[in-house]
């Protein structure tokens, strides 16, 4: 079986013993004869030598950088640089540009304009965050305003079935429609979970933040092996009236 490992934060990279967990799971996953493919997501925060040095001798592995407008506009040269130089050492799987900030949104628009016409331009994710739903309306709105082709291009792997025709779902979509998803079934938990440090098992971003509200009882994969596995055989039955940071459209059922 395929195994796709992401780290993620906060920031992963400031772990201590970052590249020990990755040597780790190298080694034990070669000796099980599992194919695998190692990301770790970042803000770029380390320099472009610590990335390079972290990388070595870890096969099927590259960082995926999130670009955050609130910190990352201001210093988007530097950012960019750093980029393009993993790049050139296929370092880098995916670019997650973030819209956040309305704030920040001419300096966002300029970024994607660089972006657009760079050599990451198809290693972006355009992903409309969730911390103020007023925010992320009027900033998607902005930049798509100014940017269509981008918005589109890059949004364009939100689909959903309705009515027998297939659509392109993005964030005015849901927020328009007042899309609801409680109740509906989601095959993410079979394509994704997350495991925090105790061992306790996430099935998405929304549970992930939610999940001191315990609207699931959580699975620890220490305790309970089994019941994680059959969990992954099956859908789960949303609890949750919105999806959460980012939408994973394919994965509902």
């Not at 960082?63 to 955050?68: E, K, R, T």
């Not at 964030?171 to 409680?182: A, C, G, K, P, Q």
């Not at 994680?228 to 059922?253: G, L, N, Q, V, Y």
Request: with cysteine; net charge negative; proline share 3%.
């Amino acid at each position: 079986k395929n195994l796709y490992i992401y780290f993620h934060g906060g920031e992963a990279t400031y772990h201590p013993d970052i590249k020990e967990i990755l040597e780790y799971l190298q080694e034990v996953l070669t000796k099980a004869n599992v194919k695998y493919f190692l990301e770790l997501q970042t803000n770029m925060l380390q320099t472009t030598a610590w990335y390079k040095d972290l990388a070595v001798g870890i096969d099927s592995f590259a960082y995926s950088a999130s670009f955050h407008p609130m910190y990352n506009t201001t210093k988007f040269k530097a950012y960019y640089q750093k980029l393009l130089a993993l790049h050139e050492e296929e370092l880098i799987c995916r670019v997650d540009f973030m819209l956040e900030e309305v704030d920040y949104i001419d300096d966002v628009i300029e970024c994607g304009r660089i972006m657009l016409e760079g050599p990451l331009q198809d290693k972006i994710d355009v992903i409309t965050k969730f911390h103020s739903i007023e925010e992320a309306y009027t900033t998607s709105h902005l930049f798509k305003k100014a940017l269509p082709a981008f918005y589109d291009k890059y949004n364009s792997y939100f689909k959903l079935v309705e009515d027998g025709k297939m659509r392109v779902v993005d964030f005015h979509y849901l927020s328009n429609n007042e899309m609801v998803f409680t109740g509906m079934q989601c095959a993410v938990g079979r394509d994704q979970m997350f495991i925090n440090g105790d061992g306790d098992i996430l099935f998405c971003y929304t549970h992930l933040r939610d999940w001191k509200g315990k609207k699931y009882n959580l699975v620890n994969i220490l305790d309970d092996i089994d019941n994680f596995i059959e969990m992954t055989k099956r859908p789960i039955e949303c609890p949750f009236s919105k999806c959460d940071i980012d939408f994973w459209i394919p994965k509902w059922r």
